[in-house]
């Protein structure tokens, strides 16, 4: 059973706070991480995708991943109100000839002003 | 450009109606994905092609017909679906091999079934 488990939140920061969000997966095999941002009504937008262990930095999100702990992070720094969405982690698996991507159920953010 | 666009934005179908989704991208990916998304519930994943041939097939009903006619095309053809079928469908596509597997999501099709 492949999993993605996140916290469901929902999550509430305010405006300028470090917004943290934690996922964790189950399949040692999985080689590469993702975040994507999904406003209401909208499709998945990739934020950050994330290879080896440490952290990658990319304006003001950092995504940090420990493959010895199975875990997959999100920082958002200086959270906005325009950050208000729901933050998908993803896990891709190669199987039966091609890349699939295993997502958590999302951690529901609301940034208030 | 990490564009995948997708036609329509919306659509309203009976349940004896035959109608088809399409998605087209231009990154020279060489896999593209359907995915189903109910609300407030991650994407589930229906079908995947590979270099133009159906790789995985999420035991998807057979009312929902994938076909990808090219490298940068992909349709859904849809017959006889049921009102629990609506929902928004979402193509994507990704690199097929290599070490970058990101995958880009177009705007996605909101689906309603009467």
Redesign the interface.
């Known amino acids: 059973q492949k999993e993605v488990e996140q916290n469901s939140g929902p999550l509430s920061v305010p405006e300028g706070a470090i917004a943290s969000l934690n996922c964790t997966y189950s399949d040692r095999g999985s080689q590469?991480f993702?975040w994507?941002r999904q406003y209401s009504g909208?499709?998945?937008?990739?934020i950050m995708?994330i290879?080896s262990n440490g952290d990658k930095e990319d304006g003001r999100f950092t995504a940090q991943l420990n493959k010895a702990s199975q875990y997959v992070s999100l920082l958002i720094r200086d959270s906005q109100p325009s950050d208000s969405a729901t933050y998908?982690c993803?896990v891709?698996l190669f199987?039966?000839?091609?890349?699939?991507?295993f997502?958590?159920?999302?951690t529901r953010l609301t940034v208030i002003p | 450009d990490t564009e995948v666009t997708q036609t329509p934005k919306h659509l309203v179908m009976g349940m004896t109606n035959k109608k088809s989704l399409k998605c087209e991208q231009h990154m020279g990916h060489r896999a593209m994905y359907w995915y189903k998304q109910k609300a407030k519930k991650p994407p589930e994943l229906m079908f995947v092609y590979s270099y133009e041939k159906l790789s995985i097939n999420e035991s998807v009903p057979s009312r929902f017909s994938p076909e990808c006619p090219n490298s940068s095309l992909l349709n859904l053809h849809l017959h006889a679906l049921q009102p629990e079928d609506s929902a928004l469908y979402l193509c994507a596509s990704s690199q097929a091999s290599g070490s970058s597997y990101e995958q880009y999501f177009g705007p996605g099709t909101r689906l309603t079934v009467t």
């Open positions: 590469s993702f994507y909208k499709s998945p937008e990739l995708s290879y998908l993803a891709n199987q039966t000839g091609a890349n699939n991507l997502f958590g159920t999302g």
